[in-house]
């Protein structure tokens, strides 16, 4: 399977419609990675990455940071504006663009086999599952089940728009679609809910109200499932 907007995904990027790229490193990132108690030297996954400067943070914590993106516009732009010079090779349907620390594999997310990514322990999504649209968030999860080991632990961050799903008691809970996805097969924490005009945030347009929720999620040890 390949993702259905790809070819939405890449236009945007020709056209610079990219105002999901934040210009700083993400507060909540900074604020909660340390709580995974990730070694240096272990190995981060980014899924949809972009050019996101969130990469460049982890790297600087001492991790080996591997991203994949469809478009090359992105990868070449955050390699170009971080004053980067890297590398690049082909990998199976990729092209894996290195430097130091960073790698990013250049293609389409559901192509990429386990072989191609290598040893992932931690994965880190930012607006990657909350990237694609609803009804292929299903196969984004069970392409991650494939492609990263069952001991990695993911950092999830999502956005909920409260002008869609208007304010209840549940609204300060894990997100029923989360449960959705990640409930069969993995311990779901949700560390952190911050409303968005608490925080200097791109993801809603002035006057919008939203949440941000931080999530651990493990994958269940037999006793758990
Ligand atoms: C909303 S952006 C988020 C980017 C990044 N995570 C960030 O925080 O800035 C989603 C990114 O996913 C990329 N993308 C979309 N579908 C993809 C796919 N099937 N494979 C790889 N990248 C994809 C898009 O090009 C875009 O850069």
């Not at 191609?116 to 292929?136: C, F, H, K």
């Not at 809910?193 to 919008?208: K, L, N």
Request: some cysteine; charged content about 25%.
């Amino acid at each position: 399977m390949t993702g259905r907007d790809n070819t939405l995904w890449l236009q945007f990027w020709r056209d610079r419609r990219t105002d999901f790229h934040q210009i700083a490193v993400n507060s909540l990132l900074a604020q909660f990675w340390p709580s995974l108690n990730a070694a240096p030297g272990s190995r981060v996954f980014v899924p949809l990455c972009g050019k996101s400067l969130d990469m460049l943070w982890l790297a600087g914590q001492g991790h080996q940071v591997i991203g994949v993106e469809l478009s090359e516009v992105a990868v070449k732009a955050f390699f170009k504006e971080n004053r980067l010079r890297p590398v690049r090779r082909r990998v199976g349907k990729f092209t894996l663009w290195r430097s130091g620390r960073l790698s990013i594999l250049c293609g389409d997310y559901f192509a990429l086999t386990a072989a191609e990514l290598g040893q992932i322990n931690t994965v880190y999504d930012r607006a990657a599952l909350t990237a694609l649209p609803e009804d292929i968030r299903g196969h984004y999860v069970s392409q991650l089940r494939r492609i990263v080991p069952e001991t990695a632990t993911i950092l999830l961050l999502t956005a909920e728009d409260l002008e869609l799903e208007p304010l209840s008691n549940e609204t300060d809970d894990v997100s029923d679609e989360i449960i959705a996805l990640y409930g069969k097969d993995f311990v779901i924490e949700l560390s952190h809910v911050q409303r968005i005009d608490e925080v200097d945030s791109q993801a809603f347009a002035a006057g919008e109200a939203g949440l941000y929720k931080v999530y651990h999620l493990s994958c269940k040890t037999p006793s758990q499932a």
